[in-house]
């Protein structure tokens, strides 16, 4: 049986960096560490993650988990249905997401504890190239399918502060986690080559720290500031340490109004440091800063269930933080969704359908469908 080895550097080079085409993945969105799904709830992506900063279900600013009022917890599933165009060619994948659980519990009448658990990046993804082996004799030509699925996780346990009955403070820690699975098998239709597989597995952990303050100067406004200092962020293989950096630094601002009569207005900007987790990877790897602007429109609308449904529409701009051969990639996203009301307002029901366009790679296209179902319980 004639068999070539696949090198054991090559895992530590796929898995760690994996800065190539979008035609060697399959994608442009999940190069380097991955994709970032944006650490926001449903009901603030219909809205271009306009609320993210004064929204208690999404994990971006601790002070807004004092929105939450009462004890609560909020789930949220997103499957995205990715294509990509190159070269005349298309490639179609499925992902799914679980990217965001939070919940609270009030302590006293000024104190609001949290907890959250989402994902920083998300990478997913699966391709497959032909090839051919050389021996002496003749050549034997080869599929070789390559398979990666991993995320890295932020947990975030949070405290929220009234300080002023119009001011809250929040602290938190954020406790970085997760790996990325990378499987890889060599097929041939030559049955004198043996089938070859192997598989490798890396692990992330690391330390950060947040902070924030939500703002409502009066009854129809509220404005949300937070922050992310980045600690020690390490790659392992196995238990061994392979790199070491700093984890990304954020930088948030938003606003969201509600004067008009059945509607509610919210902006927001973001600024991450993605920069700064240069060395994590192989040299290879392109990393940039990116900025985030959205907004959106709630109406409300006709009754259901004996509350009112609330619509929504919103659109998001930013950069993706993982450059494709030396380009930055940027996503636009028209999205929109709708919020039910249970239980006499105890529950919630959030459904959003985000379109995403991904561009910035000469002759590369990626257009995705997101849908986001978030559920909010309270007692």
């Known amino acids: 049986m004639r068999t070539r080895p696949i090198p054991p550097a090559l895992f530590a080079a796929v898995a760690i960096v994996t800065a190539g085409t ?10 380097g560490f991955g994709y970032p799904p944006g650490q926001i709830s449903a009901a603030a992506a219909a809205l271009g993650g306009g609320p ?7 994990a971006l600013n601790p002070a807004a988990i004092a929105a939450w009022i009462r004890p609560g917890i909020y789930v949220e599933y997103a499957p995205e249905f990715r294509t990509v165009d190159a070269n005349g060619q298309s490639d179609h994948t499925t992902t799914s997401r679980f990217p965001l659980m939070s919940g609270a519990i ?9 907890l959250s658990v989402s994902t920083l990046l998300d990478r997913t993804w699966e391709t497959s190239r032909s090839g051919f082996d050389h021996f002496p004799s003749d050549s034997v030509q080869f599929t070789e399918n390559f398979k990666v699925s991993g995320a890295i996780n932020d947990v975030k346990p949070a ?4 300080v002023l009955s119009t001011l809250w403070l929040g602290v938190s820690a954020d406790v970085y986690s997760g790996d990325n699975n990378l499987t890889i098998l060599r097929t041939s239709q030559d049955t004198t080559v043996r089938t070859f597989s ?9 330390v950060g720290a947040s902070g924030g303050i939500m703002w409502q100067p009066g009854s129809q406004l509220a404005i949300g500031v937070s922050g992310r200092l980045g600690g020690r962020l390490t790659a392992y293989r196995n238990d061994t340490v392979l790199t070491r950096a700093t984890a990304p630094k954020r930088a948030g601002a938003g606003i969201t109004f509600t004067g008009l009569p059945g509607v509610v207005l919210a902006f927001h900007t973001d600024w991450d440091g993605w920069s700064s987790m240069n060395g994590l990877g192989q040299p290879g790897l392109l990393i940039t800063n990116t900025w985030t602007y959205g907004g959106g429109v709630e109406f409300r609308g006709p009754s259901a269930l004996g509350a009112p449904i609330a619509l929504r529409v919103g659109y998001q701009h930013r950069g993706l933080p993982f450059l494709v051969n030396s380009s930055k990639i940027f996503e636009s996203s028209y999205s929109g969704g709708l919020g039910f009301l249970l239980s006499q307002g ?15 790679l000469p002759g590369v296209t990626e257009h995705a469908w997101t849908a986001e179902f978030g559920i909010m319980v309270r007692p």
Do not use: C, H, K, P
Not at 52 to 58: G, K, L, P, R, V
Not at 106 to 114: F, W
């Open 22 to 31: 979008a035609r060697a993945q399959g994608t442009v969105s999940t190069q």
């Open 52 to 58: 993210a900063e004064t929204d208690a279900q999404s």
């Open 159 to 162: 405290f929220s502060v009234a």
């Open 106 to 114: 009030t302590i006293g009448s000024r104190i609001t504890a949290g």
């Open 198 to 206: 192997q598989q490798s597995r890396l692990s992330y952990s690391g």
């Open 346 to 360: 105890r529950s919630r029901v959030d459904v959003s359908l985000v379109r995403a366009s991904r561009t910035g």
